[in-house]
């Protein structure tokens, strides 16, 4: 019962990600275009962090293989503000 409501959270988790993923590489244009002030407290990166928080609970030590969304959401230097740590390429 338990594994099987994991799974479903799993699967919804999986389309969310997907979704996020191409609002991600779109938005990722325009953040090298235009710089940080692309990014805004509900930019992909805000949701990219709340997804990455989701797939260490829910994939564990697996989360680690979703590269891209790591490299995007992964928490910020302490000292850097996240609008800063958005520039970062890929
Ligand atoms: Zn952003």
Same mark, same amino acid.
């Given at each position: 019962m338990? %594994?099987? %409501?994991?799974h479903k959270a799993q699967r919804r988790f999986l389309e969310e990600l997907q979704h996020w993923h191409d609002e991600m590489v779109m938005h990722q244009r325009f953040v090298q275009r235009f710089g940080p002030a692309a990014c805004s407290d509900d930019c992909p990166h805000a949701a990219g962090r709340r997804l990455w928080r989701e797939a260490r609970e829910l994939l564990g030590p697996a989360a680690d293989g979703l590269t891209f969304l790591r490299n995007c959401a992964g928490d910020p230097p302490p000292a850097t503000p996240a609008r800063a740590a958005c520039a970062t390429p890929a």
């Open positions: 338990l %594994a099987q %409501a994991g």
